[in-house]
């Protein structure tokens, strides 16, 4: 399978920008292909713990009472402590916290007898509860709880179980109690704020009890207390001739309005950026023109009208003259030029937008400045006018408490017996219809979405511990050369080759099988991808050796049976077919593996040649169909200098006669990782093939074979990945991944 090298300055058919955009989306997706059966395995098991937690865990329903703290109700006391809207908040969610506090649980739990309910005092619920309350019994001891213990316990499920809560700025207060029975949740929520309510009227009436001692003692000195006040407001005004603005200074005027101004300044900054970004979601989608109409532009719209009239027609000449007619062409580069128009008019739309944004946002950000400088105006006001504010200040404050304390002293005493709160139920609490939790869907998509992440967290895992080459790109990132070829896995042949001839005597003739199984995909496969991958190693080599006319291709590997020795017998017959004189030279002197499969039965070979005890008619096989020739190395037993003969001077000689001879020597040679014999062949050897095992040799075993064998790696013409599963390389490749599949593709070769 011929692979272009995407480091090459020849043109590709997509832009770098092209690929870069599409390459997350789609190794994304490879990623999801590649690990679906982990990913949907954890997947199921959290949704099966999901399933397991809504059986084994009790319904508990939710009740909820409103009540409402009325601040106009307050006293007098309050009214003159509590004033701006902050201490109004802080008093709010104050009384938020007494709600929650232990003495109202346990005004309830006392007036409800809870400490008799199983559901406070005894075991939780659902199977954690049971173990939970199990666990308990076996740390404890077996001695009964007292009063005290079985108030403690109630207090701390009722906390857990109520919910108060303030309704954002507002001074509603939302009670809610959650229980297993929908009757006892209305019934405990009604009860805290009946509870809030009598803890706030037995507050009142032993403030109002103190208050009516100390309003006696305080009238007298307020009395006096305003008189000097006022005199101080009017001889002060008098000295430094103030006039009175109404209580209001100008700078709290203009404070006001700068205020008002900047909420509605950032109202249409908001609106602005919605616009922005609406324009831009559009654009980055790169919206097809049958929706861009939303947008309710002239020019948008006239294109779109356009762009659909020819795409009406295009559709329709497709049909009637077929999709590559000129005409049909044309079309579709006049709907091109109409999206690229499109696009241009939503860019300007863009822009426009982008303009109107920062204009409100500056408006914004002068108003902001402005309404700084104003505050920053006011804390430097001048002394006299702050000094005045402090005297009418003081003046009416003393007034005011003089008049109130006057008339309410009399009141006071009345309100002992009937002192008024400011809480009330707005809305009391209904046993609730449908359950509150656990809420099946809500779980069941929490456990899915739990599940979907940690199944791509396993499957990255999983990814990362793969230390074998997968892709073209692994290849050349890691060993820094090309891939000159991608080969299927190939399926064993369906009857084993056992046609070999056996010579009968010294003349009889070596002729190798035309259909022997090495050669069996390339001569019944002419058009498979692996005879075309074939192919593509044979252009490779001969760009490497473009300047040598007699051309010397050895093939290695860093394993033994990462498929070298069939590659090489597969790439001599393809060359071999095309007219070239070929020789296969059985180069393995450890493990002569091309030998037993091409000529078992061959008595001399290789080394019988190199020592000239033989001549080269008398040890070469034949094969008759493409006359290509294969010279075994018979090796009656282990010999241990292998390295030492194919480096010898007579080996090189053998080799210049051979290219006297031949046009092509392709060459089997050992694996570089278990012996040296391969490092020893450069003097003999133009260029290398280097196969590696798709999936399964080690990128650092790869490596660390290469780097050791300099001489090599100096001539090797590019990697070779072999065994390559076609299905699950689609999964690697990322955007090249499609290729392999591509139904175009498939005009071109034998789908084998």
Request: glycine share 6%; with cysteine; charged share 20%.
């Amino acid at each position: 399978m011929l692979y272009v090298n995407p480091a090459s300055k020849l043109t590709q058919p997509e832009t770098l920008h092209q690929r870069q955009s599409s390459n997350g989306v789609a190794d994304l997706i490879s990623f999801a292909r590649r690990q679906s059966t982990i990913i949907l395995g954890v997947m199921l098991a959290c949704l099966a713990g999901g399933v397991l937690y809504l059986i084994n865990t009790p319904p508990s329903f939710t009740a909820q009472a409103t009540m409402i703290i009325d601040t106009r109700k307050n006293n007098v006391f309050q009214q003159q402590l509590i004033g701006d809207s902050p201490v109004d908040s802080s008093m709010v969610e104050s009384q938020v916290e007494v709600l929650r506090s232990e003495n109202i649980a346990s005004a309830v739990i006392k007036q409800l007898r809870l400490t008799d309910d199983p559901e406070f005092v005894g075991p939780g619920g659902g199977l954690l509860g049971g173990l939970v309350s199990t666990v308990s019994g076996l740390l404890e001891s077996d001695a009964p709880q007292s009063q005290t213990g079985l108030n403690r316990r109630a207090v701390e499920a009722f906390a857990n179980r109520l919910s108060v809560k303030r309704v954002g700025l507002t001074y509603i207060i939302e009670i809610a109690f959650t229980s297993n029975n929908p009757a006892k949740a209305a019934q405990i929520a009604n009860a805290v704020a009946d509870a809030y309510i009598n803890d706030q009227l037995n507050a009142k009436y032993q403030a109002t009890q103190r208050a009516s001692i100390w309003l006696q003692d305080r009238i007298g000195e307020l009395r006096k207390q305003s008189s000097t006040a006022e005199r101080a407001v009017v001889d002060f005004r008098t000295k430094n001739n103030l006039v009175n603005t109404g209580g209001r200074l100008m700078n709290e005027q203009q404070l006001s309005e700068l205020n008002t101004q900047l909420i509605l300044s950032r109202g249409l900054t908001a609106e602005a950026k919605a616009r922005l970004d609406r324009i831009n979601d559009i654009v980055k989608a790169e919206p097809d023109a049958t929706v861009t109409d939303t947008l309710k532009n002239e020019v948008i719209t006239k294109l779109r009208q356009q762009y659909l009239e020819l795409k009406a027609r295009e559709a329709e000449w497709s049909e009637r003259y077929g999709a590559q007619h000129q005409a049909t062409i044309q079309l579709r580069s006049q709907m091109q030029e109409l999206r690229r128009s499109i696009g241009d008019e939503l860019q300007r739309i863009a822009q426009t937008y982008k303009s109107d944004y920062e204009i409100a946002k500056q408006r914004e950000q002068a108003l902001e400045r402005g309404l700084n400088e104003a505050v920053s105006d006011s804390q430097v006001t001048d002394q006299a006018q702050v000094s005045l504010r402090d005297l009418e200040s003081s003046a009416q404050t003393y007034r005011t408490l003089y008049n109130n304390f006057l008339q309410r002293y009399t009141e006071s005493v009345q309100q002992q017996s009937f002192p008024i709160t400011e809480a009330r139920v707005i809305t009391a609490a209904s046993p609730p219809l449908t359950k509150s939790k656990p809420k099946g869907t809500l779980t069941l998509l929490v456990a899915s979405f739990l599940g979907l992440g940690l199944g791509f967290l396993v499957g990255r895992l999983r990814d990362l511990s793969d230390r074998s080459f997968r892709t073209t790109d692994q290849v050349e990132s890691v060993l820094g050369v090309n891939c000159i070829g991608i080969l299927p896995l190939l399926k064993p042949a369906a009857v084993p080759d056992t046609s070999v001839p056996v010579p009968s005597g010294a003349g009889a003739s070596r002729v190798l099988n035309h259909n022997a199984e090495v050669f069996s995909e390339v001569v019944n496969g002419p058009f498979s991808r692996f005879t075309e991958g074939v192919r593509a190693i044979k252009v490779a080599s001969d760009l490497a050796n473009i300047d040598r006319p007699k051309k010397v291709v050895a093939v290695t590997s860093t394993l033994p049976n990462e498929g070298k020795s069939t590659i090489a017998a597969s790439l001599a017959e393809l060359i071999s077919q095309s007219g070239a004189r070929v020789v296969l030279i059985d180069a393995d002197l450890r493990n002569p593996s091309l030998t037993r499969r091409l000529a078992p039965h061959a008595t001399i070979g290789l080394l019988e040649l190199a020592r000239g005890s033989n001549t080269l008619s008398d040890v070469v096989w034949t094969e008759p169909v493409t006359k290509l020739d294969f010279l075994p190395s018979v090796v009656d037993s282990k010999v241990a200098h292998t390295n030492e003969i194919l480096s010898s001077p007579s080996m090189g000689m053998l080799f210049e006669r051979l290219k006297s001879v031949y046009d092509y020597i392709i060459v089997d040679l050992s694996p570089i990782a278990p012996v040296v014999d391969v490092r020893t062949t450069a003097g003999l050897i133009d260029s290398y093939l280097y196969v590696v095992e798709w999936g399964r040799t080690r990128v650092d075993a790869v490596a660390h074979a290469l780097t050791d064998a300099k001489n090599v790696h100096e001539k090797l013409v590019g990697v070779i990945l072999n065994k390559a599963n076609i299905a699950t390389l689609s999964r690697y490749e990322s955007y090249k991944g499609s290729y392999y599949h591509n139904k175009y593709y498939s005009r071109y070769r034998d789908e084998r």
